[in-house]
């Protein structure tokens, strides 16, 4: 959920008025924004959790959950497209969005929404375009299957990545997934008021503080929903002896260690998309434009 703020607050900062669906106990998390915008343009549109019967009562977000459970929290969240259909229809005409902008992972079937109402769909993956790649590439894709050709048959896609960092791969998605060539990279996403309260107990500053040097920001809120520990026992697996660790780390901290050099320069080209001309800040204004054509 944490990207989908941060994104939020860039088309906010571009004077778009958003309205973001929420349930009850995911809406403290818009408290950031709240201090931000006005209420003039920032909307929030609270629905209650759709009831399932492999969810506890009282659990809405998935980092109350084990990973097992994800095809569980998808079907209770497609729970939410009638109730949003019965509110958009109690609107004024003029009071309708001009675009519809969900989660591919969460919210596959927004299409059916923006129909219904001849409005745009645009979906929004918190990922890289090789994690997009890897990701509809495989020939046994399950679930997955599903939520690339809801993301296919949509207005557009947006990408948190930024182009300088893997220019060839997002040119690929594009031309592979993609029916058009709406795809617009607007990473490294900047964190709203990040703090460790941002994201509850999965979020501490020392990820913050890991993820930022070694990624430049772009696959930031893909650990989303593990906790410390699973993260820490799936890494240690290949943890090396203490001698041969402390040799890797000093080599690492060494300013002409090349993988170090390398991620440097990645994560200065990714400051300077987000930058005022760079190429993601670019693309956000193009999305804000796109939305309100």
């Known amino acids: 959920m944490l990207p989908h703020i941060d994104l939020t607050h860039q088309l906010l900062l571009r004077r778009a008025t958003v309205t973001i669906l929420v349930t009850p106990k995911s809406s403290p998390y818009l408290d950031p924004l709240r201090s931000l915008h006005s209420r003039e343009h920032f909307k929030t549109l609270i629905l209650p959790f759709p009831s399932h019967p492999s969810i506890p009562s009282g659990v809405e977000t998935l980092q109350q959950l084990p990973l097992q459970a994800l095809p569980h929290m998808l079907e ?38 923006a129909d219904a109402f001849s409005l745009k769909s645009i979906y929004f993956l918190p990922i890289n375009a ?19 050709t809801a993301t296919t048959a949509s207005y557009g896609l947006v990408v948190n990545t930024f182009h300088e ?26 964190a709203v008021k990040a703090g460790v309260d941002r994201g509850g107990s ?4 020392q990820r913050k503080s890991w993820l930022d040097p070694t990624h430049g920001g772009a696959n930031g809120g893909s ?68 939305m309100c054509v």
């Open 202 to 205: 999965s979020s501490s500053r």
């Open 76 to 113: 209770a969240l497609s729970g939410l497209h009638d109730p949003l259909v019965d509110f958009q229809n109690h609107q004024q005409p003029s009071d309708l969005p001009d675009v519809i902008l969900g989660s591919s992972f969460l919210s596959p079937w927004i299409n059916k929404v």
């Open 223 to 290: 650990c989303g929903g593990l906790g410390d520990k699973r993260c820490a026992f799936h890494m240690g697996h290949s943890v090396p002896d203490s001698g041969k660790l402390a040799r890797v780390l000093a080599d690492s901290v060494k300013d002409d260690f090349p993988e170090r050099v390398r991620l440097m320069k990645l994560r200065e080209k990714g400051m300077e998309a987000i930058q005022e001309g760079g190429s993601s800040y670019n693309n956000l204004d193009e999305l804000v434009a796109e």
């Open 165 to 190: 960092l893997e220019p060839e791969l997002v040119e690929s998605v594009t031309a592979r997934f993609m029916t058009h060539h709406r795809v617009w990279t607007v990473g490294p996403l900047l």
């Open 130 to 148: 090789h994690a997009i790649s890897t990701m509809w590439g495989q020939e046994d894709r399950g679930f997955f299957d599903e939520l690339e």
